[in-house]
């Protein structure tokens, strides 16, 4: 089964027939999806479970069959706040606690049609844990790379849904080098950071805000780390555009953590190569990615929306968390940083603005 959709960004070759790998082996590019994402509401599948009734956005063969634990329909819920009403994506209502199952089902499906009954990924936490998730639903052995800092709770989901656990030392830099490793002598790497299936699945979060408000928002505050979310919501929004023969897509606001945030740097320069990031230890754990794959793809996006990237110093990241607490959202510091961020720039935001809350409070501790 070739995927003709799914082609080298450096070089141009489709995605091959045999094999999985995680990056072009002719030139070692990166995969993305050819001609962006289409949109048709007339060929929704009301019948099929959760984001799956967008299937026909996700760039998949037909014969490909779901992977699903419910994911996506998500609530959007209004509340009062800073002087406006803003509505709250709530992500991490999840099945595994996180947006990651958006991406994790359509990537499970693919490995599943492509016949992979082992793969490794690796993670800060929710991406492990989603993964983990629906490699069990799909009967996919998972082993789960994650820094030895990771959260305890997502340290725990991961085993409990029977991945072999790989604690690394170091940053989450080091994870990332030590699965290369792995994926390098031959195993299949189900990476949600190099290989583009979660993106379509991430879009399909988009579609549903705009059921949900009856119309395009005007700005949409979300967490950054690869940029993937925010990614494949942007794409989602211009797909719905064009359906719709509208001008632009919402303003889209990635937000980071001071302690890490070379999205926000790539910003600051224009979308020019920025000079070394730092990566510090952090809070907002979710975000701590040193070095973004599709990190010039995230901002650009950021910039055509007329956005911007914003970051959060580390002192407001907690109080941030209590704050949505408060309006009974328990969530994650990684969610919470939209918080903080939406409290800097509220004031320069249209209507209406909605806000993702990424992953779940229980995940932390």
């Known amino acids: 089964m070739t995927y003709p959709s799914v082609f080298c960004r450096k070089c141009g070759r489709v995605y091959p027939k045999d094999g999985n790998p995680y990056r072009c082996p002719a030139c070692g590019g990166l995969y993305d999806f050819r001609g962006g994402t289409h949109f048709d509401p007339w060929r929704l599948e009301p019948s099929q479970p959760g984001i799956w009734r967008f299937r026909h956005t996700f760039g998949l063969p037909p014969e490909v069959e779901p992977v699903s634990l419910g994911e996506g329909d998500t609530p959007l819920v209004w509340a009062k706040v800073l002087g406006r009403r803003i509505a709250f994506k709530c992500e991490f209502i999840n099945p595994s606690g996180s947006f990651k199952d958006r991406g994790s089902a359509v990537l499970a499906a693919w490995l599943k049609s492509r016949g992979v009954t082992k793969a490794v990924e690796d993670s800060s936490g929710n991406a492990g844990a989603s993964f983990a998730a629906y490699a069990a639903r799909a009967g996919i052995k998972a082993r789960i790379f994650v820094p030895d800092s990771a959260s305890g709770p997502k340290r725990k989901q991961i085993e409990a849904y029977g991945a072999e656990l790989v604690p690394i030392p170091g940053s989450r830099s080091d994870v990332a080098d030590a699965i290369r490793q792995v994926a390098d002598s031959g195993s299949v790497y189900a990476s949600h950071a190099y290989l583009p299936f979660n993106l379509p699945g991430y879009a399909s979060a988009a579609y549903e805000i705009y059921e949900q408000i009856g119309k395009m928002p005007g700005a949409v505050v979300v967490p950054a780390g690869q940029g993937?979310?925010?990614?494949?919501?942007?794409?989602?929004?211009?797909?719905?555009?064009?359906?719709?023969?509208?001008?632009?897509?919402?303003?889209?606001?990635?937000?980071?953590?001071?302690?890490?945030?070379?999205?926000?740097?790539?910003?600051?320069?224009?979308?020019?190569?920025?000079?070394?990031?730092?990566?510090?230890?952090?809070?907002?754990?979710?975000?701590?990615?040193?070095?973004?794959?599709?990190?010039?793809?995230?901002?650009?996006?950021?910039?055509?929306?007329?956005?911007?990237?914003?970051?959060?110093?580390?002192?407001?990241?907690?109080?941030?968390?209590?704050?949505?607490?408060?309006?009974?959202?328990?969530?994650?510091?990684?969610?919470?940083?939209?918080?903080?961020?939406?409290?800097?720039?509220?004031?320069?935001?249209?209507?209406?603005?909605?806000?993702?809350?990424?992953?779940?409070?229980?995940?932390?501790?």
């Open 228 to 365: 993937g979310l925010l990614l494949g919501l942007s794409r989602g929004f211009e797909a719905l555009c064009k359906f719709h023969k509208q001008n632009s897509i919402p303003k889209m606001i990635g937000v980071q953590a001071r302690a890490c945030a070379p999205l926000y740097a790539l910003f600051a320069a224009g979308g020019q190569e920025p000079n070394q990031v730092t990566e510090i230890e952090t809070l907002a754990e979710g975000v701590r990615v040193r070095n973004p794959l599709r990190g010039d793809d995230a901002v650009a996006a950021v910039l055509t929306s007329h956005g911007f990237m914003l970051v959060v110093d580390e002192n407001d990241i907690l109080p941030a968390r209590d704050v949505l607490a408060r309006l009974g959202f328990y969530v994650e510091p990684t969610s919470a940083i939209a918080w903080a961020a939406l409290i800097q720039v509220v004031e320069k935001l249209p209507d209406p603005i909605v806000v993702i809350l990424s992953g779940s409070g229980l995940k932390y501790g």
